[in-house]
Structures are given as C-alpha cells and as structure tokens.
C-alpha cells in the first residue's frame, strides 16, 4: 500500500532576505531582514523567530527591532554554535528561513501608563531592545522610564549610538555600567544589581521588565523585591533550548511551561517556585 | 447507542485476512521470549493475542521514529513542507496503549496544532483488544484507571472466559464499516452481554492499585517531592540511556535535524524521536544546561507523567503499561519510584509531628 504525501504543515517556512549586516562585536552581528512579497513580520515586542539554513537546522533568535518599524526587522546573533556560525558567513543579499514570530513577548497592554524599569544584562538587551524603542517610539503612552544596562566590558557593549541616544533623551533614565572597566571608560564599574539601589521609583506602579542570563536573574530580583516592587510586577524573559517553537518537541520545557509557548517572558510570581526556572 | 457483535473464534483468522484486504493490518506479533511488537499482518495466525506490552509502542504509527517535515533546494531558496502518512488498521491494542494514544492526540491538537499528527491519526483505524489477565510485574494500569476501555477506539474486542467468543464494541462509524465489509459477525444475544460482565467482574478481582497511593493522590504525590531523596537515589542509578522514553507510549518530544544531499543542494528536514535523559536535551547554545544531573532528568520525566499534564490536560501520561521499568538497565522502577515517595511523605509527616 502506498504512502501519501502532502505538502502543507505547520513547518513553514518563509523566505527572509538580509538586506543589511553589522557587526557590532567580535561575536555579535546584526541582520536586518525582509520577508519575501515585503510581509510584515508582525511581532510583539520580545518575542522570537525560528530562523533556518537549509543543511545546517533552525534555531529560536530573539526580535531585537521595535514592531514601529514595520518594513523590516533585526536579529542580533552572537557566534556561539552551529547555525550562529552559519548566520555569521552569510552575505547581504542572502536568504534565511523565517518562522514565527512565537512566544508570548512582553505585556505591552499592562506595561501602558505605568512607570518602567529595564534592566539589561549582556546580551538581554537584544530582546530588550524591542521593547525599549517600543515604547519610546509610544513614549507618551508609558510613566517614567528608567534603562540599567550592564555589560562585561565597554568593548562589549551592543548599539552604541543607539544607547547614546537613549541616554541624551530628557523622558528617559539611563545608566549603564561594566563589570571591568578600560582606560577610556568614564562610567560606572561594578556588577548591575549595584545600579538598582540608586534607582528613585514608585514601586506600586512600578513594572519592571529584566532580561540578561541565568546567573543574573537571582541577583536582580533579590534587589527588586528589596525595593517593593510586586512579584507580579517583574517580568523575565528565559532561554531555553528549542526545536519546534510550537510547544511540543519539549527541549524548552521549564516545569510545566513550554518556554515557547506559555513564554519566553514570565512574571517572577508566576515562576518563583518552579525549580528548573531560575 | 451501545452497539455490540459477536465474532466466533474460528472467524477470527478469516476476520484478520479480509481485514487485510481492506488497507494494511498491524497488530502485536511474538518476538522472542517474553518480547512482542506491533507488525504487519496478513493472517490472525500471525497474531499473539496474548501478549505483554510491546517493545514500542503503538504511537510508532502516529509519530514515526523519523518524520521528514520539509524539503528545501537551496540555490531556489525553495523550503516545500512535506506531510507523509498510510492508511493502517492497528488491531490489538490493549487499554493502556488506547490511553497513551489519548495523551498524544490531545498534546498534538493543542494549538498551534500538529498537523502532520493530526492527518496522519485519521488515516489509522484502531482495533482495541481487552486484557483478561494482568500482565506482569511491572505493569500500573489499575492505579492510573487504564485498566478498562474508556474510549480511543473504533472497534474493541473483548475475548468471553471461555474463549471461544469475541464479544465486540462498536463504537465509531469507521468501526461499523469494518464489521460490515468483513461480514463475519453476528449480533449480540441478551447471553452474550452476560459473558461481557463475567469478564468485567473477574477483572474486578484480578486488578488491584499496584503502589500505596491511589489515583486522586498520584498528582499531589509527585508534585511535593521536587527535593525528595529519591530522585538522589536514580541520580547514581541511571545510565541515561533513554530507553524509558523510547518505550514510553506518551514520550512525544523530539529534536528536528537538516539532512543535506550529495548535490550540497537539496536535502531534507526531519525529526525523530528524543529523550530528556541525555544530557544536550535542554543544552542551549554557550553550554548552560538546565537539567544537568541524572536524577534531575528522572525527576522531569516523571513530573511529565504524573504531575504536569494533570494541570495541562486533567490526566496522567503514565497510562501503567509498565515499559520504563521492564526496559530499565538500571532496573529503575515506577512502582519503586512511586512507593518510595510515599514512605518519604511518611516520615516527613512523622517528624511534623
């Protein structure tokens, strides 16, 4: 007896163009892409993409563009294993396979008209990013805006200019520090959690958004909590392993949440006494 | 509309041979010593109608072990989705692997759904068969209620205590389909529902809770041992082998892979079938891994039976088939597992006090 195929599931895949590469590090690159007939990507802030290279796999890449700008969107990627490696050879002018976007991202409705606070960790900002230029292109929209960014060194550090940008504006606290300082560096040196004592906040209306890696988290929270910021008012956004994207290959499963799905971003209180969360 | 029909016994390799004729027929054949596996069949002679759990299970049919999902041709930046199945009749399939097979159909139609599943699920006819025995040792159907058929099926058979008679549920359209083109069976006397009981009320006795919880407790058990020492205990234990979630009939998870032809040009994407016990499982890139330890990854796999879904789907993964422990090199047991939690939970209340 003979098998069927048909072609439609949900593995498809469309085609993505890189119009415009940048390095921003030794590791880091940053794609802009857009989708073949000029789609809009359609993605809320913080959420991710499954980006493909034929032969090689796909792997979960976060948004780092604001969905304001709709033509296109970015991904920032450090080299650190086999599609990333892959991402990083390829040219302006070359195609990606684009999934998604998936995941929940973050709670813009509930973030409107109250204060923020964005703490960013090394990489973290790269999905902060979205939400950061969403809501300064909406900046009216939200209370006071308050960015602490952290990084090892100023030779790490991710969009520059942009960063330059936010910290000139008159509507939004900047601060930012380095884990090791260089001769040139003129700012604060220390770890991030030592920022946010010196943050002046209302914590009642206060939603803070974290994002950076695993170790940081812990830290962070400890600080926030000391300051009287709700449980359910910090939100985190985790990484996790992924195949599928679609909530059942199970690699990014945390307790009884699929990253993918019921995340990447949760609030603490919703996560503070799972085991394999933080 | 209950609707019953007898099979004589006699018919019965007749049955399986016209069954054959309508579409492919799998059902479990002797393997060995002790050892069974779904297969296909042309005759009922080739059929093991009493037999212990198979090696795999029946969800080989539903999720193949290796599923091409798309094809791409690189130099057409061409990515063409690809959705393959057979029509099948699955015979024998005994209450806990219909459980099982109700676990997936339910995680793969949550949205986003799977449609590769769900295309291929429809495509397979399902042929239910009742244990009259207990099977060994290993098995837990009782204490997880997969012990008595409860649905998933579109023809169950029941063999009557005598065995000379297979009293038959029908309980789909497609069943009625299959009873009615085979035209072997017989409609069912006011006796024959009688011997249907008799079967039901000998179960009765033979089938007992297998550990020292019951079902209602299963689910509050699991979720309060995250620290218990057990899981200590499978740490040095285990092997990771991944032999327990091959065999499980709810395992669903998997890890997708590029294969790329000879041209460097067009290859194809597929998945198949992974285990949360090896340790690149929950990896991600730059090398942090959030279940390092063995007995952490025992810990999830549990929790993915008995604690988790029963929040996700109001039922328990673990359908008693009793694969993990009958396969486990390390003789890792769920009943062990399971009534060692208990006597933990003692000695804890015991010190409370």
Request: some cysteine; hydrophobic content about 35%.
């Amino acid at each position: 007896m003979k098998k069927t195929t048909l072609s439609e599931s949900e593995y498809i895949i469309k085609e993505g163009k890189i119009v415009k590469i940048r390095k921003l590090t030794e590791y880091e690159k940053s794609f802009e892409i857009v989708l073949a007939g000029g789609e809009s990507l359609d993605h809320e802030p913080g959420q991710f993409v499954m980006v493909s290279i034929p032969g090689v796999g796909d792997a979960p890449i976060s948004v780092s563009s604001s969905p304001t700008k709709r033509r296109s969107f970015e991904l920032v990627v450090r080299r650190v294993g086999k599609l990333t490696d892959a991402l990083h050879k390829l040219e302006e002018g070359d195609s990606v396979g684009i999934r998604g976007p998936f995941g929940n991202g973050f709670p813009v409705q509930r973030l409107e008209g109250n204060d923020l606070l964005f703490v960013a960790g090394g990489l973290g900002i790269v999905p902060l990013r979205s939400l950061i230029n969403f809501v300064i292109d909406n900046r009216r929209d939200f209370g006071r805006v308050n960015i602490l960014l952290g990084c090892k060194t100023p030779k790490d550090m991710l969009f520059g200019d942009e960063v330059e940008g936010w910290s000139e504006r008159l509507d939004v606290n900047f601060t930012c520090t380095v884990d090791k300082s260089d001769p040139d560096w003129k700012g604060n040196v220390g770890l991030i959690t030592s920022l946010i004592p010196g943050v002046n906040l209302d914590s009642e209306r206060t939603f803070a958004v974290v994002v950076g890696p695993p170790v940081m988290y812990k830290f962070v929270i400890k600080e926030l909590l000391k300051k009287d910021i709700p449980e359910n008012q910090i939100f985190l956004s985790l990484e996790r392993h992924m195949k599928c994207g679609v909530g059942k290959c199970g690699h990014c499963q945390i307790g009884e949440y699929y990253c993918c799905q019921h995340g990447p971003v949760f609030s603490y209180d919703k996560i503070k006494d799972n085991v394999e969360a933080l | 509309m209950q609707q019953y029909v007898t099979l004589e016994k006699e018919d019965f390799n007749e049955f399986i041979r016209r069954l054959a004729k309508i579409q492919k027929v799998v059902a479990p054949v002797k393997r060995g010593v002790k050892n069974f596996a779904f297969e296909e069949v042309t005759s009922g002679e080739d059929i093991s109608l009493v037999y212990i759990p198979t090696i795999l299970p029946p969800k080989k049919y539903f999720m193949p072990q290796r599923e091409e999902l798309v094809e791409y041709n690189k130099k057409e930046k061409k990515w063409k989705a690809k959705l393959e199945y057979e029509n099948l009749t699955i015979f024998g399939v005994h209450t806990c692997d219909l459980a099982g097979i109700q676990c997936l159909n339910m995680v793969f139609s949550d949205k986003p759904k799977d449609i590769n599943y769900l295309v291929r699920k429809n495509k397979i006819a399902i042929i239910g068969f009742e244990c009259n025995f207990y099977c060994d040792e290993y098995a837990s159907c009782k204490v997880v209620d997969n012990h008595l058929p409860n649905g998933g099926y579109d023809l169950f058979f029941t063999q009557t205590l005598e065995e000379d008679l297979f009293i038959v549920h029908i309980n789909t359209v497609l069943g009625e389909s299959l009873v009615r083109e085979t035209k072997l069976f017989t409609k069912t006397t006011e006796e024959d529902m009688k011997k249907l009981q008799a079967v039901r009320d000998r179960k009765k006795e033979i089938f007992k809770d297998e550990v020292n919880v019951d079902y209602k407790g299963l689910q509050p058990l699991y979720a309060k041992s995250f620290e218990a020492k057990v899981w200590e205990d499978l740490d040095k234990r285990c092997v990771a082998c991944g032999n327990c979630t091959n065999v499980c009939p709810t395992c669903y998870c998997f890890d997708v892979i590029d294969d790329i032809n000879l041209d460097l040009n067009t290859g194809v994407r597929y998945r198949r079938w992974d285990s949360c016990q090896s340790e690149e499982f929950a990896k991600v890139a730059g090398g942090e891994s959030f279940r390092k330890e063995r007995g952490q990854r025992q810990r999830h796999r549990y929790m993915r039976k008995f604690n988790y879904p029963f929040k996700n789907y109001n039922r328990y993964f673990c359908t008693g088939c009793g694969r993990c422990s009958r396969t486990c090199m390390a003789k890792i047991n769920l009943k062990e597992t399971t009534n060692s939690l208990v006597e933990e939970e003692k000695q804890i209340i015991g010190n409370e006090r």
